[in-house]
C-alpha cells in the first residue's frame, strides 16, 4: 500500500498523506521527476520532506512502492460529497433528509461511480448518509476510495464506532477527519432527540473507542429545542475530551422543502449567517447521491447528471447548472436585499418550499 499521494491541483502539484491534514507543494519539474522516476529509489529530497512533515522514513525505497500518482481530471473537480445511502439507525427530530429510505447503488455501482470521481480528479471525497456506517458496503467502498488516493472524511452519528471491525478498518486506512455528531449530554436528551433508545449508550461507547484509537476526530454539536439546555454541557465534554467542535443551530427544511424539523429550531439559537458571497458548488466542487447522480451540492439536487450511465464527460454541465439555480427567481426577484442575502437561492427554494417564518432565512423577516 502507497505512504503518499501525489496529485495536481490546478496549477499546483501537491504530495499528501492520507489520514493527514498536511501537503507538500511541488514545483512542477519536482513532480515531473516523480513521474519519470517509478522504478527508482525515492529521491532525497522528497524522503527528507516526508520525514520532516509526516515523520516518515521512505529511505531507499522505491517509488513505485510507496507513491501513488494521480491524474488529473478534464475539468477543475478537486472536492465531492458522496450520500452512500439515506437510510439511518436514528430518526433525529431536525434531519433534513426527510424520509430515510436506504436504497441506492450495489457495490458494483458503487464501485463505477468511485472510477468516475478517481478520473474526474477528485481528490477530498467527503463520505457521508444518512448514517454511511451502516451500510453494508461501506468497508469495501471506503477501502477503494482509499486505495485509489482519495482524502477521506466521514461524517457520523456515530453510533457504530464501537464495533471492532470498523475501528479496525479507519485505524488500518485513516480518515483525514472524522466527523461525529452530538446530539445531547445525557441519556434522555440524546434518546429523545434521535428517537433511538439506547442511541447515547452506543455513541459514549463509540466516541472513546474511537479516541483510543487515536482517529482525527472532531465533533458537531447540534442545537435543537430538546437540548439547548445541555449546550453547555456538550462544550465541556468536547473539551475534557479534547476535541474541536463547531455547532450547528440554524434548522433547515427538508431537502424536498418539507417543513417537519422546522418545529426543532430553537429560537434563543437562531443564528444570522454570513451574507452568501458564493461557492464552488458545480466548479470544483460536487454532490453524488446514493445512486450516482451528480448535482452541485446537497441542497441544489436538480438538475442532476446520472454519473453511472455519462461518466465524467456529463460533468462539463454542471456549471451552467450551477449558474441557472444562483439565478434569484419566484419571491425573491427584485429583492433590494439580495446583495446581502445570507443563504444562497437553493437554499431559499426549500424554505420557501416549506413556508417557513422569514426569520429563519431572509432579512425581511427582521422587520
Not at 458503487?110 to 471525497?125: F, N, S, Y
Not at 463547531?246 to 417537519?260: C, F, K, V
Not at 444562497?344 to 422569514?358: E, I, N, S
Amino acid at each position: 500500500m502507497h505512504e503518499l499521494v501525489a496529485a495536481p491541483l490546478g496549477a499546483r502539484r501537491l504530495v499528501l498523506r492520507q489520514g493527514s491534514g498536511k501537503a507538500l507543494v511541488l514545483p512542477a519539474a519536482r513532480f515531473e521527476e516523480l513521474r519519470t522516476s517509478a522504478p527508482e529509489t525515492v529521491p532525497t529530497w522528497l524522503a527528507d520532506a516526508a520525514r520532516a512533515q509526516w515523520n516518515v522514513d521512505l529511505t531507499g525505497r522505491h517509488v513505485n512502492e510507496v507513491l501513488l500518482l494521480r491524474e488529473a481530471g478534464p475539468y477543475e473537480f478537486s472536492r465531492a460529497t458522496w450520500e452512500l445511502n439515506l437510510g439511518c439507525d436514528y430518526d433525529c427530530v431536525m434531519c433534513y433528509l426527510g424520509e430515510k429510505r436506504f436504497e441506492g447503488l450495489d457495490m458494483n455501482g458503487k464501485r463505477k461511480l468511485l472510477a468516475v470521481l478517481r478520473d474526474a480528479g477528485v481528490i477530498w471525497l467527503q463520505m457521508t448518509g444518512g448514517e454511511p456506517l451502516i451500510d453494508p458496503d461501506f468497508p469495501e467502498a471506503y477501502r477503494l476510495a482509499y486505495e485509489m488516493g482519495m482524502q477521506l472524511e466521514v461524517l457520523s452519528n456515530g453510533s457504530r464506532l464501537y464495533k471492532d471491525h470498523i475501528l479496525n478498518l479507519l485505524r488500518t486506512y485513516p480518515p483525514t477527519r472524522l466527523t461525529v455528531s452530538m446530539y445531547g449530554s445525557t441519556a434522555d436528551t440524546y434518546d429523545a432527540v434521535t428517537r433511538n433508545r439506547g442511541a447515547f449508550a452506543r455513541f459514549s461507547r463509540g466516541l472513546r473507542r474511537a479516541i483510543d484509537a487515536g482517529l482525527n476526530l472532531d465533533l458537531s454539536l447540534i442545537v435543537v429545542r430538546a437540548n439547548a439546555h445541555e449546550l453547555d454541557d456538550m462544550r465541556a465534554w468536547a473539551r475534557s475530551l479534547g476535541l474541536k467542535f463547531r455547532e450547528y443551530a440554524n434548522i433547515s427544511p427538508t431537502i424536498h422543502g418539507g417543513a417537519e424539523p422546522l418545529p426543532s429550531q430553537s429560537p434563543q439559537f437562531l443564528t444570522n449567517r454570513e451574507p452568501f458571497t458564493g461557492c464552488p458548488a458545480g466548479r470544483t466542487f460536487f454532490h453524488a447521491d446514493p445512486f450516482g447522480r451528480a448535482s452541485i451540492c446537497k441542497v441544489g439536487r436538480d438538475p442532476n447528471i446520472d454519473l453511472i450511465t455519462e461518466g465524467v464527460d456529463g460533468l462539463v454541465r454542471l456549471g451552467s447548472i450551477a449558474e441557472s439555480l444562483m439565478l434569484r427567481t419566484g419571491g425573491c426577484s427584485g429583492c433590494t436585499l439580495s446583495g446581502t442575502c445570507r443563504v444562497c437561492r437553493p437554499m431559499a427554494k426549500v424554505f420557501q418550499a416549506a413556508k417557513a417564518p422569514l426569520q429563519n432565512y431572509c432579512q425581511h423577516g427582521e422587520r
